[in-house]
Structure formats: structure tokens, C-alpha cells
């Protein structure tokens, strides 16, 4: 299950170019017993995650989510501990109900300095010292920042980078499914 924002959801672009769709298609080829599910939200913020998570845990039953929340808490300004809690409380209540979880790790913009900045993308790390989690390092790592791989707002990738993002997430992801 893939429980993220617009980065996950394909914002701007084509549902099936999305890097979601393109590790559903991987999956069919190389991990068939395996389905993919997708209930990313554009916008999504670590509290409206945490809101909806337990009905959606309760109807899809996941062996495996894929936490991609944390971004618009950042771009937001929204305070650590909150952003912190919130996320904790997800991991929770997915290990709570067996259900392994991987964390993607997010980077912000400077626009609120640097301790901010750094504080903010420490909590992803930190939290899967703490719960015993893969991290994917930055998700975005070789798309964000690259105008050719972005769309007009600087913010969500294009087509052409889905295939990137896809690529960050499977390294860590591949050996969880074996």
C-alpha cells in the first residue's frame, strides 16, 4: 500500500506514468503474488494521514506500506514535534496490525533556514532508527531541482522522472518483497 501525497499521486500528470503505477507493472513481472494499492492524496499532510489511516488499514489489510507523507508538513512550516508525532503514530498503528512499514525520507526547501531544514530531514532518519524501519533516502534524490525532470511549479516531477523516483524506492524495497 502506498500511503502518500501528490508525489505518489501523480500530480500533474497521467495516473499510469506515475512512479506508483510503474512499480505496479514492475511487480506484476517480477513479484506477481504481490498487488499494489495506491490511496495517495495530493496535498495530504502527516495529520490527514494520520486521520484516515486506521479505516484505510482496516480495508486493505497491507502486508507492506510505503509511507510517503511529510512534504507538505514542510512546505507548510509545520512544527516538528507535530509533524514528528504524527508520523510516529502512523508507524504505530501499522506495526500495531503487522503491517512492515518503509519510510521516505523528505528534504524541503531552505525558505524557513536552516535548522528547520536540517531538523526537518533528521525526523525520517531518526524515526527509522527508532521503529527499526528501511528509509528510503531522499525520494527525490536526482529529480528535485533538475527543471528538465519537474513540472512548471518546481515542486512535482514530470513523466520522465517517474521512472527515477521508481528506481529510488525500489533498492529499498526489492529485498523486503523476497
Known amino acids: 500500500m502506498v500511503y502518500g501525497d501528490s508525489l505518489s499521486a501523480a500530480y500533474g500528470i497521467d495516473i499510469n506514468q506515475g512512479w506508483v503505477s510503474l512499480l505496479q507493472q514492475k511487480m506484476q513481472k ?3 503474488d ?5 490511496v495517495s492524496i495530493s496535498g495530504e499532510t502527516t495529520a490527514g494521514g494520520l486521520s484516515r489511516l486506521k479505516t484505510t488499514l482496516d480495508k486493505y489489510k497491507p502486508d507492506l506500506m510505503l509511507l510517503e507523507l511529510g512534504a507538505n508538513d514542510g512546505l ?5 514535534k507535530s509533524t514528528q508525532q ?3 503514530k ?3 498503528m501499522a506495526q500495531a496490525n503487522q503491517v512492515k512499514t518503509v519510510l521516505f525520507e523528505m528534504q524541503i526547501p531552505p525558505n524557513y533556514g ?3 531544514t536540517r531538523k526537518f530531514t533528521q525526523i525520517f532518519q531518526e524515526l527509522g532508527k527508532t521503529y527499526n524501519l528501511k528509509v528510503v533516502p531522499f525520494f527525490l534524490e536526482g ?8 513540472q512548471p ?7 520522465q522522472a517517474q521512472p527515477k523516483l521508481l528506481e529510488n524506492v525500489w533498492i529499498i524495497l526489492q529485498p523486503l518483497l523476497d
Open 30 to 32: 517480477t513479484n506477481p
Open 90 to 92: 502512523m508507524i504505530a
Open 143 to 150: 529529480v528535485a531541482g533538475n527543471s528538465d525532470l519537474n
Open 76 to 80: 507548510r512550516g509545520t512544527s516538528l
Open 114 to 116: 536552516p535548522l528547520y
Open 34 to 38: 504481490w498487488q499494489v494499492v495506491n
Open 153 to 159: 511549479d518546481g515542486i512535482h516531477p514530470t513523466a
Open 86 to 88: 504524527n508520523l510516529e
